[in-house]
Nanobody
Framework: QLVESGGGLVQPGGSLRLSCIASGIIFGINDMGWYHQAPGKQRELVAAITSGGSTNYADSVKGRFTISRDNAKKTVYLQMNSLKPEDTAVYSC???????????????WGHGTQVTVSS
């Protein structure tokens, strides 16, 4: 399973760091990513990172957010700086997890953590 933490209420211009830890039967983890969903909108990719560390970001967060991962801890992070009210959403992590060696990877989602940017 995936469990996120680190969400909360922050003023515009502030920072938050989200964490998502994977647990259970895990042989390996491929791509990991963060998505967000604002009320009345579809879920969108915020940032993703491959097992090798290559990253990509939504245009709206480039230069403000940084995704990273610690493979030994099976954890992915999202450092969010210069937060704006439009960043308000539920943030969920996703990971492609190999349960066994040689088998296919399955996608897993966390339940999400609320981020609210407001003065």
């Amino acid at each position: 399973q995936l469990v996120e933490s680190g969400g909360g209420l922050v003023q515009p211009g502030g920072s938050l760091r989200l964490s998502c830890i994977a647990s259970g039967i895990i042989f390996g983890i491929n791509d990991m990513g963060w998505y967000h969903q604002a009320p009345g909108k579809q879920r969108e990719l915020v940032a993703a990172i491959t097992s090798g560390g290559s990253t990509n970001y939504a245009d709206s967060v480039k230069g403000r957010f940084t995704i990273s991962r610690d493979n030994a801890k099976k954890t992915v992070y999202l450092q969010m700086n210069s937060l704006k009210p439009e960043d308000t959403a539920v943030y969920s992590c996703k990971a492609a997890i190999y349960p066994t060696a040689g088998g296919p990877a399955d996608d897993y989602w966390g339940h999400g953590t609320q981020v609210t940017v407001s003065s």
